[in-house]
């Protein structure tokens, strides 16, 4: 199983990025697939999570309305669209894989299989 983010970048508040999480090694809709972020000095923080078999798209409170979740099965890949991006979304942002579905609106970091991660910098 490998997953790998793309995407990450410096951007001003207010700005949008897209954050793509390619996967393999696994059948992608099978799995609950979540985005999760880490400011330095902070835990790690669910942001959001998609999951195609038990139907299920999840947002935290903190971006909702802002953050976008899709998933292409053809190209095995989710993307993480974020627009009205504000300071406080600065952190490093990861995308996880779990064949539990339960997890994507649990906002746990108890996933399998993770990536390694891309840098995303909102400047104010």
């Known amino acids: 199983v490998q997953l790998v983010e793309s995407g990450g970048g410096l951007v001003q508040a207010g700005g949008s990025l897209r954050l793509s999480c390619a996967a393999s090694g696994f059948t992608f809709g099978d799995y609950a697939i979540g985005w999760f972020r880490q400011a330095p000095g902070k835990e790690r923080e669910g942001v959001s999570c998609i999951s195609r078999s038990a139907g299920i798209t999840y947002y935290a409170d903190s971006v909702k309305g802002r953050f976008t979740l899709a998933s292409v099965n053809a190209k095995n890949t989710v993307y993480l669209q974020m627009n009205r991006m504000k300071p406080e979304d600065t952190a490093v942002y990861y995308c996880?894989?779990?064949?539990?579905?339960?997890?994507?609106?649990?906002?746990?970091?108890?996933?399998?299989?993770w990536g390694q991660g891309t840098q995303v910098t909102v400047s104010s």
């Open positions: 996880a894989a779990d064949r539990r579905s339960w997890l994507c609106e649990s906002g746990l970091d108890e996933y399998d299989y």
